[in-house]
């Protein structure tokens, strides 16, 4: 795994505070920024995020029910709504989105982890720690 995996893991596990986390996106271009929100969402759909997740994940971002991320969640089969949030244009709109699919990652990896991973595992994410 890269360095951007990896912080993104230490953000989703809160072993990084958000607050690093959006300051680094932010330092980000444009293009860089669209890269990791894809990132994101893949990690996402890969901890199995359920359209359950969706009112924990708003509340844990920080987003207001009415703010475009928060909204698109809300709607429908959530893998097609993560694509739609990893794809948001203007900045604003792509911190928020940042913001929510790092809530949405740690939702769902903290459930497959506490059901899959309960009784010891191997994978490289567990063994994270902060430098």
Request: hydrophobic share 40%.
């Given at each position: 795994?890269?360095?951007?995996?990896?912080?993104?893991?230490?953000?989703?596990?809160?072993?990084?505070?958000?607050?690093?986390?959006?300051?680094?996106?932010?330092?980000?271009?444009?293009?860089?920024?669209?890269?990791?929100?894809?990132?994101?969402?893949?990690?996402?759909?890969?901890?199995?995020?359920?359209?359950?997740?969706?009112?924990?994940?708003?509340?844990?971002?920080?987003?207001?029910?009415?703010?475009?991320?928060?909204?698109?969640?809300s709607r429908g089969r959530i893998d097609e709504q993560l694509g739609k949030i990893a794809g948001l244009a203007p900045l604003d709109?792509?911190?928020?989105?940042?913001?929510?699919?790092?809530?949405?990652?740690?939702?769902?990896?903290?459930?497959?982890?506490?059901?899959?991973?309960?009784?010891?595992?191997?994978?490289?994410?567990?063994?994270?720690?902060?430098?």
């Amino acid at each position: 795994m890269n360095e951007r995996d990896v912080l993104l893991n230490k953000l989703a596990q809160a072993l990084r505070p958000i607050s690093e986390g959006i300051e680094w996106f932010d330092g980000l271009g444009q293009e860089e920024q669209c890269q990791v929100l894809l990132l994101l969402r893949h990690h996402c759909v890969q901890a199995r995020a359920v359209t359950e997740d969706a009112p924990e994940s708003i509340r844990r971002a920080g987003l207001r029910p009415t703010h475009t991320p928060a909204v698109l969640i809300s709607r429908g089969r959530i893998d097609e709504q993560l694509g739609k949030i990893a794809g948001l244009a203007p900045l604003d709109e792509r911190r928020k989105a940042f913001r929510l699919l790092i809530a949405v990652l740690a939702i769902a990896d903290g459930r497959r982890r506490e059901r899959f991973c309960s009784g010891g595992c191997s994978h490289w994410w567990h063994g994270l720690s902060v430098a």
